[in-house]
């Protein structure tokens, strides 16, 4: 059997190359098995045993030209790390294995799924595409599951180019995509259609059709994925925030912003050959429990918020040009209802979510909808849950008819990666592989990342439980987000095809990344104002992660992402003259043997600052928390700290998920978030620390007190669950609640035109009202913040308050600016029990900052 924790975990972000203990087994035909290493430094790879494996003669198989792509093992993934497959060839002359990143070899990367065998299919120079089994069991790769089916890959091929195709209706480019998309598909046998139903789509050859791999990353940055090629030879992409940094920030312009430089970096890789331009992200999964490790991804715990994110996220990445060509196509990702790893025993491609028709209207779904109707992303991917009993990616209903007929969306929808294997295997929603098949094409999920479906489809089709014509929907809907990036168009159409290496990393995509990490800090205690710090003082900087380098980047990136990381001590250094560092203990903190030499640092430095939290270790992919506490002895440290010294001592939470900091909050004197802020992310926290910055971040989530996780089962998707969840239910103390953040200044708010707000509607007659709200820095610092409206009902049935509209306004001191918010009919309603949104009688009170306003709907 397969080893779940092997596929689901280590697959979608797999290989750890700096981990310097990736052992691998290789045995080639009839040969003896042959132990590499790689070495982390060097990155070399070398014999582990040495002498001991001789006969690599039967490796020139390929022209010498063996490409393998790692998969790591669990115990080999370091903590910290985004990994990533990575493709090698073996030279059978000389005896050496190089990384094959920057040639032209592709690779399917077509993972198994069902039986423990990865399936690759390779091409190499000269050679015809060629099909591996990888037996997970015995650790052996045979050649050909069906050498007959074996095609050429055609990585060579330009598509539209040659006399036997530039005249066909799919390579004119004055056609239609829906005329081209077809021309296309009715001209491809049907192994070859079944051969482009997943992600590693294989190229067809005889009409010039090159592969294509539909995987990319790009969360926060373009990242390591496979089509994603980085080997130290490829030019640094700008690593940003992380998300739930973005969402911190409330400024929604700089997003789309950020997603106009994902796409020019994306375009600019591809253009080299090292990148795809189809991205699975955003994640917009309401961050709904502290515990989940992969709200970090997330832009927090609110629908709206989420809502807005990927709109401008989309619209950024998505930037239509002059011909109509999408720079790239983003992924909203995870439909639906996705939001656990692993808890109490069950983890996510086991998990069924029980999600109420309410919540699914009010919670899960609002921003899948955004995403299709306003952001109009092309693409979707579905989850590896279930949802009320039916696996996310064979739901019918939550596709089809809620997706597709209902919101009108026309991309393709991608599984999670091994997804369609777990309709029958974990979720054992099926019983054989052609009625699996059949669920998830039914389901309305076109594409596999993995290689269920070319794997079974031909199975399915002799067995009728699906028909060429199911096939033909999908292809339709694949072939017309290629043809809409221009792939089968000459290069020169697009106006992207210029950019190159000088347009990634550059000044001004480096500031942007600062920017938004300066946005992002959330200042929650500032008490006597001790923030912003004299850069006078001498300081001592403590905790385990006040050197944070690769932690500030939190996960989907890869070592070569950022140009530089800029960690908290490198940041406060460029600032302080007079800093003493001591780390005390690591972030696990399970060993407190050096905090002897912290409590000395603090005791002779005129201030301190801890830098405490979270990385990887404690909150990654496939690895929830149990505790949302600080971990280990964390919080000891900083009680040793507080007793070692009187003087200023600044608390640094840098953590994705929420930590109760409780103790922070009574006994510092000054605490601020960070988030994950990425690569110049010590430098954002310096900046506002000493005042070069004025923070203006909200929290974009709920910090719960540690007992919460008590109090509620991780299983429960119930929003009104006792105490409830988020801050539209949540009714108990918050350590600190959604929205909140300081500045160092001060704003003040009144209401311009109140007269014109009316007091009585009638229901229908009611339309949008609109808000004006003046906003005045009253203080004697320039300074942002971001101006939150919610409104609040008097139906008990409603959420406590919910957010409506947002704006940020950067204010020099006596400066006032005045700003709307419109609040349309949709904001004024509630969804019932039964999923409706309705519109009811009663009262609605609108809440800017400190104003308020009520409208009596009769
Ligand atoms: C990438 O960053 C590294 C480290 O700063 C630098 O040495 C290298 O030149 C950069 N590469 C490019 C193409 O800019
Ligand atoms: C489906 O068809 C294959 C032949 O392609 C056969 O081996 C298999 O038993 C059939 N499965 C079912 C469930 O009918
Ligand atoms: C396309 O670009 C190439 C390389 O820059 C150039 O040589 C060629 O003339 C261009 N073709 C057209 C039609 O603009
Ligand atoms: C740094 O600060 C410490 C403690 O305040 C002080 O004793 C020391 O002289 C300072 N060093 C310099 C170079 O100013
Ligand atoms: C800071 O002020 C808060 C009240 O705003 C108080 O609870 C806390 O104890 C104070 N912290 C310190 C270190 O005095
Ligand atoms: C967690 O697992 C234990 C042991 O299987 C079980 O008794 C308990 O009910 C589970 N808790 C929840 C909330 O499912
Ligand atoms: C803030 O605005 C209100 C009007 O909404 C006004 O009464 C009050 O004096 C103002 N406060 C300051 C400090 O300007
Ligand atoms: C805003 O500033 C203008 C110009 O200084 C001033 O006339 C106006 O009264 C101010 N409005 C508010 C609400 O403070």
Known sequence: ???????????????????????????????????????????????????????????????????????????????????????????????????????????????????????????????DNQKWMYNSTDGTFHYGMDPTKCMDAGSSVTPCQGASVEKLPFCDTTLDVAVRAKDLISRLQLSEKISQLATGSAGVVRLSVPPYQWWSEALHGVAGSPAVRFNGQIPNATSFPQVINLGATFDMPLIYEMGKVISTE????????????????????????????????????????????????????????????MKTVVTCKHFAAYDLENWNGTDRVHFNAIVSDQDLVETYLPAFEACVREGNAGSIMCSYNAVNGVPSCANSFLQNTIVREQWGFEGYIVSDCGAIGTIINTHHYTSNPADTVAAGLHGGCDLDCGSYYPQHAQEAIDNKTITEA????????????????????????????????????????????????????????????????????????????????????????????????????????????????????????????????????????????????????????????????????QEDFLMAIRSATKNPMIVVVMSGGPVDISWAKTKADAVLWCGYPGQSGGKAISQVIYGDVNPSGRLPYTIYPKDYVNQISFFDMGMRSKPGRTYKFYT???????????????????????????????????????????????????????????????????????????????????????????????TFMTVDKGGNKVLKPGSYTVKIEDLSHTITLV
């Not at 999964?285 to 401008?312: A, C, H, K, M």
């Not at 160092?744 to 009144?750: I, M, P, Q, V």
């Not at 339309?767 to 004697?780: A, D």
């Open 266 to 325: 994306a375009r600019a890789m591809y253009n080299q050959g090292q990148a795809g331009l189809s991205f699975f992200a955003p994640n917009i999964n309401l961050f709904r429990d502290p515990r989940w490790s992969r709200g970090q991804e997330t832009p927090g715990e609110d629908p709206y918020l989420i809502s807005q994110y990927v709109i401008n996220f989309a619209h950024g990445m998505q930037a239509i040009d002059a011909n109509k060509f």
């Open 1 to 127: 059997m397969i080893d779940l924790k092997y596929l689901f975990v280590c697959i979608p972000l797999v290989l750890c190359y700096d981990a310097g203990t990736n052992v691998q087994l290789w045995t080639c035909d009839g040969g003896p098995r042959q132990q590499w290493v790689m070495d982390s430094q060097s990155q070399e790879i070398k014999l582990k045993s040495d002498g001991s494996c001789l006969d690599i003669s039967n490796w020139s198989k390929d022209n010498g030209a063996n490409i393998y792509i790692w998969g790591c093992h669990p115990d080999d993934q370091p903590q910290n790390q985004q990994c990533i497959p990575l493709q090698w060839s073996y030279n059978s002359t000389t005896y050496t294995i190089t990384s094959k990143l920057n040639d032209k070899c592709v690779d399917g990367s077509a993972y198994g799924t069902s039986d423990g065998t990865n399936i690759q299919q390779w091409e190499c120079t000269g050679a």
């Open 470 to 633: 199911d096939i033909d929907v999908a292809l339709t809907r694949l072939f017309t987000y290629r043809l809409r990036l221009g792939l089968f168009d000459p290069a020169n159409d697009t106006s992207y095809h210029s950019l190159s290496p000088a347009d990634v990393n550059t000044a001004d995509s480096q500031n942007l990344a600062l920017k938004l990490a300066q946005e992002s800090i959330v200042l929650l205690q500032n008490n006597k104002s001790v923030l912003p710090l004299d850069p006078k003082l001498s300081v001592a900087v403590l905790g385990p992660n006040s050197d944070a380098t690769t932690t500030m980047q939190g996960n989907y990136y890869v070592k070569g992402t950022a140009p530089f990381l800029i960690s908290p001590i490198d940041g406060i250094k460029s600032m302080a003259s007079n800093v003493t560092t001591a780390k005390g203990c690591d972030v696990k903190c399970t060993d407190d043997s050096g905090f002897k030499e912290a409590v000395t640092a603090a005791q002779n430095a005129q201030a301190v600052i801890v830098v405490v939290g979270l990385d990887q270790s404690q909150e990654s992919e496939g690895h929830d928390r149990n505790d949302i506490s600080l971990p280990g002895k």
């Open 732 to 826: 108990g103390d918050a350590v600190y609640p959604f929205g909140y953040g300081l500045s160092y200044t001060t704003f003040n708010f009144s209401w311009s035109e109140w007269e014109k707000l009316p007091k009585f509607q009638m229901l229908d007659e009611l339309s949008s009202v609109q808000y004006q709200v003046s906003v005045t820095n009253t203080g004697s610092r320039s300074g942002a913040i971001a101006v939150l409206a919610y409104m609040t009902y008097s139906d008990v049935n409603a959420p406590m308050k919910q957010l409506f509209g947002f704006q940020r306004v950067e204010l020099n001191p006596k400066e006032n600016t005045t700003i709307f918010f419109d609040a349309g009919v949709e």
